[in-house]
């Protein structure tokens, strides 16, 4: 079936091609009952914009690429969709790339959102090895880094204060009475995990407390890994009374196997999480964890870039650094006997 062109609904309208463009485009006032003839004949012959012509044309695709590490974790999954909602708002379409924390993956997104020539990117880093993302400068393409720092000079970056916000989350439960304080960490090698756990470790030095290397379990920031981590914590002989654990999905995972082992959460073991994500709140017991500003993350680096490829920003890159919240929930309480 030929497809319907521009040029038919101007000849069925009666009107100028220019005139329909306007009012595809909204670029334009037009006489009210020109524009219902047109949008009426756009109707009825079922009209789509050949978006491959148009980008050929203006050179923009209107889409954005999203590569980010893990879509399964909520943390993740809330962002994406809020990056979703903001670039819609602007008219941009989002392409989403899975890394999978996988650097050969996410090499591969890199180069497949080349392909799509997407305007611009927001760039969630699989962790690890410095990334490459100089194929998108060398061609054109503006980058803006959320969440996982990547040390390059070359892109806009958007990122918390994982710092404050592991001392913060560590005095609150020393502020509880606690002095045996376990962690369990996210991957190592992503800079979100390794900046929290130092202000976890600032926290217990600032009070006096020693750090202990055997109340430390390394997790990957995903549920199950929290089970395991909790679990080998409660084998431990220094029983701790309260844990930090560096995001809410393994936050959750050590509950249960506090739950499984038959300690009561609260009362025998205080947990706090990290990042509020929705079901945060949901879980038994509702969980007390560093609220990150999802939203605010999501519409910063959506915005930086969208100013980007509206070129009504083009000084210098910019690095915006936002403040976690405590949220004091029903998974923390005063050590017993405090
Ligand atoms: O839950 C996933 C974690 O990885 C979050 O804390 C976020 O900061 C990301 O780095």
Known sequence: MKRVTIKDVAQEAGVSITTVSHVINQTRNIDPKTKERVLEVLNQLDYHPNMAARSLRSGKTKTIGLILPDISNLFFAEVARKIEDYGYQHGYSVILGNSDNDPVKQESYIHTLIAKQVDGVIFIAAGGEEHDLRPFFDNKIPVVVADRDVPLELADVVLLDNEQAGFEATRHLIDLGHRTIACI??????????????????????????????????????????????????????????????????????????????????????????????????????????????????????????????????????????????????????????
């Open 185 to 338: 960490t996210g991957p190592n090698n992503v800079t979100p995990s390794m900046q929290r756990f130092e202000g976890y470790k600032r926290a217990l030095q600032d009070y006096g407390i020693p750090f202990q290397p055997d109340l430390v379990e390394a997790g990957n920031f995903q549920f199950m890994s929290g089970e395991v981590g909790m679990q080998k914590l409660l084998k431990n002989p220094h029983k701790p009374s309260a844990v930090f654990v560096l995001n809410d999905m393994m936050a959750i995972g050590a509950i249960t196997a506090a739950h499984k082992a038959g300690l009561s959460v609260p009362a025998d073991l205080s947990i706090v999480g990290f990042d509020n994500i929705e079901i945060a709140s949901a879980v038994n017991p509702a969980l007390t964890t560093m609220a990150q500003p999802i939203d605010d993350i999501a519409q910063k680096a959506t915005n930086m870039l969208i100013e980007r490829l509206q070129s009504i920003r083009t000084e210098e890159n910019m690095r915006v650094i936002l403040p976690a919240q405590l949220i004091v929930r029903d998974s923390t309480c005063i050590r017993r006997g405090s």
